[in-house]
């Protein structure tokens, strides 16, 4: 019903409008207090926990035509998900202005994101007669931190750590004039009244302030010192990324012997960059992208050894930016940390963590709320896939219907949680491996913030079904009921909510290290018939031992001397492997093949271990996924041929037999074919499985999961070999497709489970626990 015309109101007409989606943070409020300034009309806009918040009147036409405009008018990064309009009572309003929000109840907007520096905010910078002249700190509507300052919701100065530092005359008139980019920019800043930088040096008495700071700290980069910065999200490692000595240096301090190293550069240092790789490269959210190391000039090898990508990212704020400019060359940005420890973000924890083994430290005094690491993301087959999601990409909504409020914990290695608080569903930033009770300890108080920042009460807890990943035990130590689910339906379900395809039944192909399997084995190479609240295993892998356990994830050669005993015979193996194994170091090894001692597996990461061993002769791995991206690096994309993979039914479903695979490499080994031409006819082996396994059920959508598809070369070998039918494909995107993105799998099935069971029973509570 219309609102009573009241006298004086004839022919005007009052509307209220919220906006909900990505509204906040990024100069919804001036756009539209601009456009209905610009129409006569008068009213107000808030930040509400739901969303932005519109109250216009005036002439009948006018808001008519507001409401018309406005969705133009707004900042393009604005992404309106709703408009809910009603007509209301007039206010009787003298002018338009924007009120401070007020909160209250579980958040149903999203959480703004924090944002690369601006070309605009950067030219003031570099400007001499710019009173922001080499300001590290300077931001607008357009750009700065969001998340990582956020206290609470919705989004404004008094809620963030910025409340800390009132603005002095000059700001605080741009922040009021609706004729400023920086009107009710909540993190602007000048160096009267926004944060400050000092340094502090080893063997250095002094404090240095401000350019100073900065100045001393590109000194130190040019001598090949390393050198620790707070960042937007945490502190940061960086030195030359072209002097050797300080990368090595650098690896020692973080025990990281060979993990590639990112590297911040600007467009001079790049060359031949793909389209769709400059793209990503340029993203607001300004991510990590791995791009071929052809495209960057003069970075020493040791930054990313072995392998053939590298990745790389633009300056996030202006103190990347004037390091940048001031040193001229690449430089590696690595995360603050030591081995065990979780990232660095407070001052005093930044000196005793990073303080001995760094020349320098540049602190400021702007508090980082919520720390976050960087993003990082690869482009494969046409599409942006993340990598691991953090500054600018999360929190990452997810496109789930409104359900009751969820907590899903995500495994053990690259982990993120998922929350749904009643009103909208999200993925966390990543935390890490849970590895050390320092992680853990991190992992549980951002747990709690998450929960706080989004207004969310869980009465489920979703967690993986392995019995000692320490998510698991804390969720059922939290006296809510818990959801255990399998490992690789999350990893599907994950990847069909990418397709929003939660309504179909699909063939998900899962590929990866390790998950608890309900037989009682590790999976690892699975194809599951499989919707959003059940799955049946219907193919797999065909098993083999780990001699060793968890020795033989770090020697892959153990895996190696397994696969080669059970096709080619134990003395065949001995002898493929002689050269790179002592007989000393695998006669223990043998007595446990030959006994059987050991947990069987069907681990298609493990079997790219065993194979990069073979081809690679590597011995150890330093880290998760490390011979397979060496593996993809050697591929030789014009090599003929591939090995074979037999397909053959048993009572357990298809399984990928890899004895003809083995048996047909061996051969090659002993003709020292190329290592290229090998590892390219095992790829296109694994990819051929895929597609004939595929074949069985034409009738169903693939899902492809798990860590093995970051593997790019697999992927679009996989994506060319379905290309040609009518099978859709659902490749990997914006959610992870490694355990980061576990738990928006978890979440989606413990949602969908509820669903159903109160469709049948008809009950509020959540019988699907």
């Given at each position: 019903?219309?609102?009573?015309?009241?006298?004086?109101?004839?022919?005007?007409?009052?509307?209220?409008?919220l906006?909900?989606?990505?509204?906040?943070?990024i100069?919804?409020?001036?756009?539209v207090?601009?456009?209905?300034t610009?129409l006569?009309?008068?009213?107000?806009?808030?930040?509400?926990?739901?969303?932005?918040?519109?109250?216009?009147e005036?002439a009948?036409?006018?808001?008519a035509?507001?409401?018309q405009?406005?969705?133009?008018?707004?900042?393009?990064?604005?992404i309106?998900?709703?408009?809910?309009?009603?007509?209301?009572?007039?206010?009787?309003?003298?002018e338009?202005?924007?009120?401070?929000?007020?909160?209250?109840?579980?958040?149903?907007?999203?959480?703004?994101?924090?944002?690369?520096?601006?070309?605009?905010?950067?030219?003031?910078?570099?400007?001499?007669?710019?009173?922001?002249?080499?300001?590290?700190f300077?931001?607008?509507?357009?750009?700065?931190?969001?998340?990582?300052?956020?206290e609470?919701?919705?989004?404004?100065?008094?809620?963030?750590?910025?409340?800390?530092?009132?603005?002095?005359?000059?700001?605080?008139?741009e922040?009021?004039?609706?004729?400023d980019?920086?009107?009710?920019?909540?993190?602007?800043?000048?160096?009267?009244?926004?944060?400050?930088?000092?340094s502090?040096?080893?063997?250095?008495?002094?404090?240095?302030?401000?350019?100073a700071?900065?100045?001393?700290?590109?000194?130190r980069v040019?001598?090949?010192?390393?050198?620790?910065?707070?960042?937007?999200?945490?502190?940061?490692?960086i030195?030359?990324a072209?002097?050797?000595?300080?990368?090595?240096?650098?690896?020692?301090?973080?025990?990281?012997?060979?993990?590639?190293?990112?590297?911040?550069?600007?467009?001079?240092?790049?060359k031949?960059?793909?389209?769709?790789?400059?793209a990503?490269?340029?993203?607001?959210?300004?991510?990590?992208?791995?791009?071929?190391s052809?495209?960057?000039?003069?970075?020493?090898?040791?930054?990313?050894?072995?392998?053939?990508?590298?990745?790389?990212?633009?300056?996030?704020?202006?103190?990347?930016?004037?390091?940048?400019?001031?040193t001229?060359r690449?430089l590696?940005?690595?995360?603050?940390?030591t081995?065990?420890r979780p990232?660095a973000?407070?001052?005093?924890?930044?000196?005793?963590?990073?303080?001995?083994?760094?020349?320098m430290?540049?602190?400021?005094n702007?508090?980082v709320?919520?720390?976050v690491?960087?993003?990082?993301?690869?482009?494969?087959?046409?599409?942006?896939?993340?990598i691991?999601?953090?500054?600018?990409?999360?929190?990452?909504?997810?496109?789930?219907?409104?359900a009751?409020?969820?907590?899903?914990?995500?495994g053990?290695?690259k982990?993120?949680?998922?929350?749904?608080?009643?009103?909208?569903?999200?993925?966390?930033?990543?935390?890490?491996d849970?590895?050390?009770?320092?992680?853990?300890?991190?992992?549980?108080?951002?747990?709690?913030?998450?929960?706080?920042?989004?207004?969310?009460e869980?009465?489920?807890?979703?967690?993986?079904?392995?019995?000692?990943?320490?998510t698991?035990?804390w969720?059922?130590?939290?006296?809510?009921?818990?959801?255990?689910?399998?490992?690789?339906h999350?990893?599907?379900?994950a990847?069909?909510?990418?397709?929003?395809w939660l309504d179909?039944?699909?063939?998900?192909?899962?590929?990866d290290?390790?998950?608890?399997?309900?037989?009682?084995?590790?999976?690892?190479?699975?194809f599951?018939?499989?919707?959003?609240?059940?799955?049946?295993?219907?193919?797999?892998?065909l098993?083999?031992?780990l001699?060793?356990?968890?020795?033989?994830?770090?020697?892959?050669?153990?895996?190696?001397?397994?696969?080669?005993?059970?096709?080619?015979?134990?003395?065949?193996a001995?002898?493929?492997?002689?050269?790179?194994?002592?007989?000393?170091?695998?006669?223990?090894?043998?007595?446990?093949?030959?006994r059987?001692?050991?947990?069987r597996?069907?681990?298609?990461?493990?079997?790219?271990?065993?194979?990069?061993?073979?081809?690679?002769g590597?011995?150890?791995?330093?880290?998760?996924?490390?011979?397979?991206?060496?593996?993809e690096a050697?591929?030789?994309?014009?090599?003929?041929?591939?090995?074979?993979?037999?397909?053959?039914?048993?009572?357990?479903?298809?399984?990928?037999?890899?004895?003809?695979?083995?048996?047909?490499?061996?051969v090659?080994?002993?003709?020292?074919?190329?290592?290229?031409?090998m590892?390219?006819?095992?790829?296109?082996?694994?990819?051929?499985?895929?597609?004939?396994?595929?074949?069985?059920?034409?009738?169903?959508?693939?899902?492809?999961?798990?860590?093995c598809?970051q593997?790019?070369?697999?992927?679009?070998?996989?994506?060319?070999?379905?290309?040609g039918?009518?099978?859709?494909?659902?490749l990997?995107?914006?959610?992870?497709?490694?355990?980061?993105?576990?738990?928006?799998?978890q979440l989606?099935?413990?949602?969908?489970?509820?669903?159903?069971?109160?469709?049948?029973?008809?009950s509020?509570?959540?019988?699907?626990?």
């Amino acid at each position: 019903m219309n609102a009573p015309v009241l006298p004086g109101t004839a022919q005007r007409e009052a509307a209220r409008l919220l906006l909900r989606g990505h509204v906040q943070g990024i100069g919804v409020r001036p756009a539209v207090a601009r456009l209905a300034t610009l129409l006569n009309l008068v009213g107000r806009v808030a930040n509400q926990t739901g969303g932005v918040e519109i109250h216009v009147e005036g002439a009948a036409d006018d808001v008519a035509a507001f409401q018309q405009r406005l969705p133009e008018m707004l900042p393009a990064a604005a992404i309106v998900e709703q408009i809910v309009s009603s007509t209301v009572p007039h206010l009787h309003a003298a002018e338009f202005h924007i009120d401070v929000g007020t909160g209250g109840g579980a958040v149903s907007t999203h959480v703004p994101r924090d944002l690369v520096a601006c070309d605009r905010c950067l030219r003031e910078v570099s400007a001499t007669n710019d009173r922001r002249h080499r300001y590290p700190f300077t931001s607008c509507t357009d750009c700065g931190p969001r998340y990582s300052v956020i206290e609470f919701l919705p989004y404004e100065r008094a809620g963030a750590s910025m409340r800390a530092l009132p603005l002095r005359e000059e700001c605080a008139r741009e922040f009021e004039s609706s004729a400023d980019r920086r009107f009710h920019a909540q993190t602007t800043a000048c160096p009267r009244c926004g944060p400050s930088l000092w340094s502090a040096a080893i063997g250095s008495p002094e404090n240095l302030h401000g350019a100073a700071a900065i100045d001393s700290a590109v000194a130190r980069v040019l001598d090949g010192g390393i050198v620790a910065i707070k960042g937007i999200g945490g502190y940061q490692l960086i030195c030359d990324a072209t002097c050797r000595k300080a990368v090595r240096r650098l690896r020692t301090m973080k025990q990281r012997p060979s993990k590639p190293l990112a590297v911040m550069l600007g467009a001079r240092h790049l060359k031949s960059l793909s389209e769709s790789d400059r793209a990503a490269f340029g993203c607001s959210s300004n991510p990590i992208v791995i791009v071929p190391s052809a495209c960057i000039t003069a970075v020493d090898m040791n930054v990313s050894p072995g392998l053939n990508t590298i990745g790389i990212m633009q300056p996030s704020s202006p103190l990347h930016w004037a390091l940048l400019q001031q040193t001229r060359r690449p430089l590696v940005i690595t995360s603050g940390n030591t081995e065990g420890r979780p990232l660095a973000f407070e001052n005093a924890a930044a000196e005793e963590d990073l303080g001995p083994h760094a020349e320098m430290l540049l602190h400021h005094n702007r508090r980082v709320v919520r720390p976050v690491d960087d993003s990082v993301v690869r482009v494969i087959a046409g599409r942006t896939v993340t990598i691991r999601c953090g500054r600018g990409i999360a929190p990452l909504p997810l496109a789930l219907p409104d359900a009751g409020p969820m907590l899903a914990v995500g495994g053990h290695q690259k982990v993120a949680v998922a929350l749904c608080n009643g009103q909208q569903s999200i993925l966390g930033p990543h935390f890490g491996d849970l590895d050390s009770l320092p992680l853990r300890e991190r992992f549980v108080e951002q747990t709690r913030q998450l929960l706080e920042l989004y207004a969310a009460e869980p009465e489920l807890i979703v967690h993986d079904m392995h019995p000692d990943y320490f998510t698991t035990h804390w969720a059922q130590e939290q006296n809510l009921p818990t959801l255990g689910v399998q490992h690789h339906h999350a990893h599907v379900v994950a990847g069909m909510l990418e397709h929003n395809w939660l309504d179909r039944s699909v063939l998900g192909v899962a590929f990866d290290g390790t998950g608890w399997g309900p037989d009682g084995t590790i999976w690892g190479g699975e194809f599951l018939l499989a919707t959003a609240t059940r799955f049946q295993r219907v193919g797999s892998l065909l098993p083999f031992l780990l001699p060793g356990g968890e020795q033989a994830i770090r020697q892959p050669w153990r895996v190696a001397l397994a696969l080669l005993s059970e096709s080619c015979g134990l003395e065949v193996a001995v002898q493929t492997l002689r050269q790179r194994v002592t007989p000393q170091q695998m006669q223990p090894v043998l007595q446990l093949i030959r006994r059987g001692i050991g947990p069987r597996t069907s681990s298609m990461g493990r079997m790219f271990d065993a194979i990069s061993a073979m081809i690679l002769g590597i011995r150890e791995s330093s880290h998760e996924g490390e011979l397979a991206t060496r593996l993809e690096a050697v591929c030789d994309s014009t090599a003929v041929g591939e090995y074979s993979l037999r397909i053959r039914p048993t009572p357990a479903g298809l399984q990928l037999d890899w004895r003809p695979l083995l048996t047909e490499l061996r051969v090659d080994l002993s003709k020292t074919v190329p290592a290229g031409v090998m590892a390219m006819r095992f790829h296109r082996a694994i990819a051929a499985g895929v597609a004939e396994v595929a074949g069985r059920y034409p009738e169903l959508t693939v899902v492809l999961s798990g860590g093995c598809f970051q593997n790019r070369t697999l992927t679009e070998l996989v994506a060319e070999r379905l290309s040609g039918r009518s099978q859709p494909i659902g490749l990997p995107g914006v959610i992870p497709p490694n355990d980061g993105g576990l738990a928006a799998g978890q979440l989606a099935i413990a949602q969908a489970r509820c669903r159903q069971s109160l469709r049948v029973s008809d009950s509020m509570v959540p019988s699907c626990v």
